[in-house]
C-alpha cells in the first residue's frame, strides 16, 4: 500500500476553498461585503505570491465561525459545498481518487484551509482521510482561534508526520518506522 497525497485548493478544486468560503458568507450577509471582500481578496493575493502571514489569516478566516451557532454554520456550509464546491471541482478529480483507490493507495486530503470546510469535501470527493487546519472548539462551538499547528507551508509537513504517527495501526503495514524516518529526510533534505 503507498499513500496518495492531495492537495486541495487549485488541485482537486479548480479554485480556492478558504476564499470561497468567505466570499460565500460575503454573499449570504453573513459578513459585511466592504470589510470582509477587499481583506479576503488581500489575504487570497498574499497566498498566491508566497507572503501570507497564516496567523493573520486564520485570525481572519476563523473568527466568524465563533460568531454563530453550530447548527448555522453547519447549514451555510451544506448551501456553500452544493453552490460554491461541487461545480469547481477540477475535471479527473474523482476519476484520480478512484484510480488510487483501485490500486489500494491510502488516499489524503492535505490542505491549509480548516477542517470545518474542508470535512465535507473530503468525503464527497470519497476521501477518507484529511489533514487540515484544525480550528479550536469549546464545548462543541468554535473559539475563532486555531487548534494546534496550522497545516500550512512546513506545518503540513509537521502534520503528516503527526498524522502519520497516529496512524501505525493493523491494515497499514507501510507505516513502519523506516518509513518515517525515510519520509522525514526525504521533507527536510
Request: hydrophobic share 45%; net charge negative; proline share 5%.
Amino acid at each position: 500500500m503507498k499513500l496518495a497525497l492531495f492537495d486541495l485548493d487549485n488541485t482537486l478544486l479548480a479554485g480556492d476553498s478558504d476564499f470561497q468560503w468567505a466570499q460565500f458568507l460575503i454573499e449570504q450577509r453573513v459578513l459585511d461585503r466592504e470589510v470582509y471582500e477587499a481583506r479576503n481578496i488581500e489575504f487570497y493575493e498574499q497566498y498566491k505570491t508566497g507572503t501570507l502571514d497564516i496567523h493573520e489569516f486564520l485570525d481572519f478566516q476563523l473568527k466568524p465561525l465563533a460568531r454563530h451557532p453550530r447548527e448555522q454554520l453547519n447549514a451555510w456550509r451544506e448551501e456553500f459545498i452544493l453552490k460554491k464546491i461541487k461545480p469547481i471541482v477540477a475535471p479527473g478529480a474523482s476519476d484520480l481518487i478512484a484510480k488510487h483507490k483501485l490500486e489500494r493507495n491510502l488516499c489524503i486530503i492535505i490542505t491549509a484551509t480548516n477542517s470545518f470546510v474542508t470535512s465535507p469535501i473530503a468525503r464527497m470527493l470519497g476521501v477518507d482521510h484529511l489533514i487540515a487546519t484544525e480550528p479550536e472548539q469549546q464545548e462543541g462551538q468554535f473559539t475563532g482561534r486555531v487548534s494546534g499547528i496550522p497545516c500550512f507551508r512546513e506545518g503540513k509537513i509537521t502534520r503528516l508526520e503527526q498524522w502519520l504517527m497516529r496512524a501505525i495501526l493493523p491494515g497499514y503495514p507501510f507505516l513502519k518506522a523506516g518509513f518515517i524516518v525515510t519520509l522525514w529526510m526525504i521533507c527536510h533534505s
